[in-house]
Structure formats: structure tokens, C-alpha cells
Nanobody, 121 residues
């Protein structure tokens, strides 16, 4: 069974940066499509971005240019680099994996427990 563990969340000032990590076990990130989602208080979970085995990426339109997803196949880890953070980026960020193509839908078979990101204004 695949397991995903996010880390790197925390408190950051507006305009700052954070890099989240998603360490995996039981699955190979180079084969799976890896996605990032987030959920703010009182809101539904929303798509952030995803990367596939060919390192192609897709992002939510509102986040393009600020967020970047990358993958380290040796460490079996996926990263989410977040720059120019805004207070509205405050949310729990989740890593997810699916044995299929890139998608912004929540149809991922594996999910991490999430990591809190808080951006202070």
C-alpha cells in the first residue's frame, strides 16, 4: 500500500516562500501522477498542481507562476515550491498519487495526511 507523508508546512509572512515535500513509500513517483491539493478553512478542497511520470505539469490557473512542482525519483519525493505567498494561500496542503494521467480532479487513489501552511499578512 502506498503511503504519502507531507512536510515543510509552517508559518510564513506574506511575500515569503515555502517548499513542501511529499515523501512516498510503497509506490514509485516516477510512475505515478503526483498531485497537490489544498483546503482552506470553510472551503472545499481545491487543486493546486500535478506532475506525471514524464515530468509534465499542470497547475491551477490562479497559481501559475508562483507555485512549482518537481520530483526527485531517487528520493521518491515530490516537492511543491511556493513563492510570493499570500494570506489566501493559507490552507492544509495535501499530496496525492494516482496510477493514471494528469488531472485536476480529485480522483487520486492515495492521499497524505496534509501539512498546514499559514501565511500572515
Amino acid at each position: 500500500q502506498g503511503q504519502l507523508v507531507e512536510s515543510g508546512g509552517g508559518l510564513v509572512q506574506a511575500g515569503g516562500s515555502l517548499r513542501l515535500s511529499c515523501a512516498t513509500s510503497g509506490l514509485t513517483v516516477s510512475v505515478y501522477t503526483m498531485g497537490w491539493f489544498r483546503q482552506a478553512p470553510g472551503k472545499e478542497r481545491e487543486f493546486v498542481g500535478a506532475i506525471n511520470g514524464g515530468r509534465e505539469t499542470i497547475y491551477a490557473d490562479s497559481l501559475k507562476g508562483r507555485f512549482t512542482i518537481s520530483r526527485d525519483n531517487v528520493k521518491n519525493t515530490v516537492y511543491l515550491q511556493m513563492n510570493s505567498l499570500k494570506s489566501e494561500d493559507t490552507a492544509v496542503y495535501y499530496c496525492a498519487a494516482r496510477n493514471g494521467g494528469l488531472t485536476a480532479t480529485p480522483y487520486y487513489g492515495y492521499w497524505g495526511q496534509g501539512t498546514q501552511v499559514t501565511v500572515s499578512s
